[in-house]
């Protein structure tokens, strides 16, 4: 089993900043694991933003690119969002998970709420 835990959601203005952490636990050999944030938003289905592979090469969705960063610490078996420029449209609640392959189960995601 592995167990994924988001943190870091919270409620911020339009153009404001979050950095979201996901810590993964259990059977995971993370160093080798690539990984990926997803996003729903309400009456939406999940859609992944950003990848990050064991070497380090990342991948952004045409919507937050250039806004949102990902980033690894392999040590700490954590992968992170930076989210900046934030818009009313990214309100929805994050979710990390595997990117390639069977996902692992879903952790309870962190609600990031953007006001304008």
């Known amino acids: 089993q592995v167990q994924l835990v988001e943190s870091g959601g919270g409620l911020v203005q339009a153009g404001g900043s979050l950095r979201l952490s996901c810590a993964a636990s259990?059977?995971?050999?993370?160093?080798?694991?690539?990984m990926a944030w997803y996003r729903q938003a309400p009456g939406k289905q999940r859609e992944l933003i950003a990848s990050?592979?064991?070497?380090?090469?990342?991948n952004y969705a045409d919507s937050v690119k250039g806004r949102f960063t990902i980033a690894r610490d392999n040590a700490k078996n954590t992968v992170y969002l930076q989210m900046n420029s934030l818009k009313p449209e990214d309100t929805a609640v994050y979710y990390c998970?595997?990117?390639?392959?069977?996902?692992?189960?879903w952790g309870q995601g962190t609600q990031v709420t953007v006001s304008s």
């Open positions: 998970n595997r990117f390639v392959g069977s996902t692992y189960t």
């Open positions: 990050i592979t064991s070497g380090g090469s990342t």
């Open positions: 259990g059977r995971i050999m993370f160093r080798i694991t690539d």
